[in-house]
């Protein structure tokens, strides 16, 4: 019997570590570009490069963090990631994808993460979230213009 519940929950696992994978592999060009876009700035976030800022987000961006009182802009953006970049570093992180929507020059991307992370006084934290990133196109190129999500409540 321990067995078989084994079975099953490897199963499961490997079912649901596959299927932001499988859902990725169906997706057209254009969504497969925003997702780039989505883990590089994850990448260069990671790595405390913060030229993601002036090259990925829009002027007029209003975003929303669960963590925050009220909806913030660009320039507010980049003095709590100076901050925080003084604070905690990032050791591993994982993205989700979930859906990603486009209608003309606007995009909606849903997805979910999980990072472990360091804070400056070497105390160590695994944490899950979710995003909603609404993305415009100008110029070309895609850039932030919203989003609303963070870190889930602590249990």
Same mark, same amino acid.
């Given at each position: ?57 829009? *002027?007029?961006?209003?975003y929303w963090d669960v963590d925050r009182p009220s909806p #913030?802009?660009?320039? /507010?953006?980049? +003095?709590? &990631? ?14 989700? *994808? ?11 991307? #849903?997805?979910?993460? /999980?990072?472990? +992370?360091? &804070? ?36």
């Open positions: 019997m321990a067995v078989r519940r084994f079975s099953v929950s490897l199963l499961s696992l490997a079912l649901a570590a596959f299927a932001g994978a499988a859902a990725a592999q169906t997706w057209s060009p254009d969504q497969q570009e925003i997702w780039r876009f989505e883990e590089q700035q994850w990448k260069m976030a990671k790595e405390k490069d913060l030229t993601w800022i002036d090259k990925m987000v829009h *002027p007029n961006l209003s #913030q802009n660009k320039a /507010s953006l980049l +003095r709590w &990631n100076r901050y925080g970049n003084t604070n905690a570093t990032v050791l591993e992180q994982e993205l989700f *994808p979930i859906s990603v929507t486009i209608t003309g020059n606007i995009a909606v991307v #849903q997805y979910s993460y /999980s990072i472990a +992370r360091e &804070n400056y006084k070497k105390d160590r934290e695994t944490v899950t979230g979710r995003y909603t990133d609404l993305l415009v196109k100008e110029g070309g190129r895609w850039l932030f213009l919203a989003w609303a999500g963070g870190d889930d409540p602590k249990k």
